[in-house]
């Protein structure tokens, strides 16, 4: 029983007035989002909304990372667009359960991990880059359905309602905590538009929501080869750019919130709730940062919050669209506009010159690629290549190697830093071997070797030293050291021994 408690966090103190508000705030902020999302990638609206409610209950339920809110995403949404046009929505679904599957192998292989990998500038570019697009994303609100500018009062009221939800949301916090900022200006401007009767855009305007329960539909498409030709691709940029969306979100909640979330429990709730999505009409979904921001400022900690915003969308899917259509997309913006606001890192411009130029490069670098091509998954993984290969260069150049004569005439070289495939150079010109002794020594007590690279190294440097007819003698090698030279016999033929003292291998 109480495995089962800790499995779904329930032994955690829960605020269910706050944890309730939140969620509906949250459900109220996901309708806009996903009708777009599902818009851009060419499907009917409630394609997104199915989505959002599947991924967001699953997720929210079995995550790990209580307080995290799922969703259609736009990144899914710009990757399924040309499946959708070129083949059809059956091929969407049947590449979102795909994607779902290698999901739940990432989890399980314990692939989230990898996110340890991610320096802090990349992180930082990723979510500077996501609040640009957040915030970008809300230009269109201020434009027509024509995709013009709105014009003289019609752009004035739009305007002043967006201001008047953006100054409810940053001054009541400060006043009380105890209903979300989020949900009373979405009221307050509601109520205002409706009681003034103040024409302005709503979201009926964009497009309807109404609807049904979500349909369970298996995708109508022939199981073969062919099939899995044109779902397979999407099927893995799915799966990468949802993961990497979704936990890239998690560390940030977890330094919000000064908690740690599950990263390969996540990898496999987002997969089941992918595979559900798929089965249920959905297109599909991940992490939504800026939602889950929205529900931790409300002060949602717990799984809780995730759940009622996910019942409340389908609530107002089946029986509240006629309400729902009639809310001002003013009010809705602004809360968007202040969650952009609070998703960039401030605190990153105040460290830039503190930073090595390297980082404030990386950091720039992903900015811009997750800003302007709205590619996250290409976006980190530039940012960690670039910060690898800086890591590789600066680590190459610190090798050193310091040399002396001991009494018996036998010259060490006591070598400094990493071996390994970028220092390999630097460290096979530290030796003299023409004018070095007959015995020579290579300590690697304050060095490790790292690679197949290294050891080729080493085979060069003994061979050179075998051909003078000298021995060399390798001193202080750590027993991952020695294991590497042990399965590298082909490439250095050495007669192998234990000194007492020295842990020698000759």
Not at 200 to 213: C, E, P, Q, R, W
Not at 452 to 478: F, N, P, Q, W
């Amino acid at each position: 029983m109480n495995r089962l408690l800790n499995f779904f966090d329930f032994k955690q103190v829960v605020n269910y007035k706050l944890e309730i508000l939140s969620g509906i705030t949250v459900a109220l902020a996901l309708i806009p989002e996903a009708v777009a999302f599902a818009i851009i990638a060419g499907l009917s609206p409630l394609t997104g909304l199915y989505a959002a409610f599947m991924v967001g209950l699953v997720a929210s339920i079995f995550g790990g990372r209580p307080g995290m809110i799922s969703g259609a995403t736009g990144a899914i949404a710009v990757i399924i667009a040309p499946l959708a046009l070129m083949h059809g929505v059956e091929y969407v679904f049947a590449a979102v359960m795909l994607a779902g599957v290698f999901q739940i192998g990432a989890g399980l292989f314990k692939l989230g991990k990898l996110m340890r990998l991610v320096p802090q500038p990349v992180i930082f570019g990723f979510v500077n880059g996501l609040a640009i697009i957040i915030g970008g994303s809300q230009i269109s609100q201020f434009k027509n359905a024509s995709g013009e500018w709105l014009q003289g009062n019609d752009m004035y009221v739009f305007c002043g309602l967006v201001a008047l939800a953006m100054a409810i949301i940053a001054i009541l916090p400060r006043l009380t905590k105890a209903i979300p900022g989020g949900l009373v200006a979405i009221v307050v401007v509601f109520a205002l538009a409706y009681g003034l009767e103040i024409d302005t855009k709503t979201v009926g305007d964009i497009a309807s929501i109404k609807g049904g329960f979500p349909p369970f539909h298996l995708p109508n498409l022939p199981f073969t080869i062919e099939t899995l030709q044109i779902v397979l691709p999407f099927s893995v940029i799915i799966a990468s750019v949802g993961l990497i969306e979704s936990l890239l979100t998690l560390n940030i909640v977890d330094e919000l919130t000064q908690t740690r979330g599950k990263g390969n429990r996540e990898c496999v709730a987002q997969g089941s709730a992918n595979i559900l999505s798929g089965m249920f009409s959905g297109m599909g979904g991940c992490a939504m940062i800026g939602q889950s921001l929205i529900n931790v400022s409300s002060g949602a900690r717990a799984r809780l919050s995730g759940i009622v915003a996910s019942v409340m969308l389908l609530i107002f899917i089946v029986f509240g669209s006629g309400l729902i259509e009639k809310l001002p997309m003013a009010a809705l913006t602004g809360l968007m506009l202040i969650v952009a606001i609070g998703t960039f890192e401030w605190a990153s411009f105040r460290t830039i010159r503190r930073m090595p130029p390297s980082d404030v490069l990386v950091m720039a670098i992903v900015t811009l690629v997750t800003a302007f091509l709205h590619n996250l998954a290409l976006a980190v993984l530039v940012g960690v290549i670039i910060s690898a290969l800086v890591f590789a260069w600066d680590n190459a150049k610190r090798i050193r190697a310091r040399k002396h004569i001991d009494q018996d005439g036998w010259k060490h070289y006591e070598i400094y830093g990493p071996l390994f495939f970028g220092s390999t150079t630097v460290f096979s010109e530290k030796f003299d071997v023409s004018g070095d002794p007959n015995h020579v020594v290579i300590d690697f007590k304050e060095s490790r070797i790292s690679d197949m690279s290294a050891i080729e190294a080493v085979s060069k440097v003994t061979a050179r030293y075998a051909e003078a007819g000298k021995k060399v003698h390798l001193r202080h090698l750590s027993k991952d050291c020695r294991t590497l030279l042990d399965r590298a016999d082909a490439i250095i033929e050495v007669n192998h021994f234990e000194d007492p003292t020295y842990k020698v291998v000759s």
